[in-house]
């Protein structure tokens, strides 16, 4: 079996530039449609397989018979998902695990309930993205596990299924996170740590490959390899102040570095 796992990391697609109103945090995140197909007929042709949550596990367990698998994780149940992302997928027959923060399900550019019903009938899975998509590093115990919580029931209550799967909301990443997720019945927690996985890799703590829209193809063809270079490095110290300076602080500094960059 493969030694390692990627687990790709979308958020918003657009036909073109505009497509869709974005936030000014989401941007640097939405890519168009062509650089997606053109990424997933790449995974197509080099031979890797689309793990579900259930071909997650068996290979977290050393148990797969997968000789190269790979993940593809879509976050912030923006209706992309539904215009471009489910097509692209069922023509290729892969698969897709899409995360919803809950309270934003039925909101403007976003997908709702039915639509939801569809993506599950069309064969994806859906996980927990949290409930409001705030950081969650500021929140009491308490609320973090309130939160959580309210997250996974709503969404069960309304598809009629278990959610197994919970995506970090903006990447702050905790161990207590971690911890509430296992209370609650979560199997699989992924986050925004930039790495590939490796068997018996940490389910509650699953790294993932933001694919944003300054990434070249080259890169994207390396980092599916498990070839991560320098970026290891840089983004691994992006994590790490997300999970120590607060939040609105790096969300600052983020922007200060944006105002440099674009002018
Ligand atoms: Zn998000």
Known sequence: MSPLLPILNYHGIELRRGEYPWLQEETPYVILTDSFEFQLDYIANEGFTTLSEAGLGTWLDGKSSVRKPIMLTFDD????????????????????????????????????????????????????????????????HHELWKETQKSKKILED????????????????????????????????????????????????????????????????????????????VERAKEGLRRFVRPDIYDALANFKRNLTHG
């Open 77 to 140: 149940g923006h209706i992309s998902h539904l215009d471009h992302v489910m097509r692209a997928l069922t023509g290729r027959q892969m698969k897709g695990l899409f995360f919803v923060p809950v309270a934003h399900v039925g909101q403007p550019g976003h997908l709702d309930w039915s639509q939801l019903k569809e993506i599950l009938a069309a064969g994806f899975e859906i996980g927990s993205h949290g409930y409001r998509h705030i950081p969650l590093s500021a929140l009491t």
């Open 158 to 233: 309304k598809l009629g299924l278990e959610i197994k799967s919970y995506s970090v909301p903006r990447g702050f990443y905790q161990l207590r996170i971690r911890e509430v997720t296992m209370e609650l019945g979560f199997k699989f927690v992924f986050t925004s740590r930039f790495d590939v996985n490796q068997p018996g890799q940490d389910p509650w703590r699953l790294n993932r490959i933001a694919v944003k829209k300054n990434l070249g193809f080259k890169d994207f063809t390396r980092f599916v390899s498990g070839d991560l270079g320098y970026k290891r490095l």
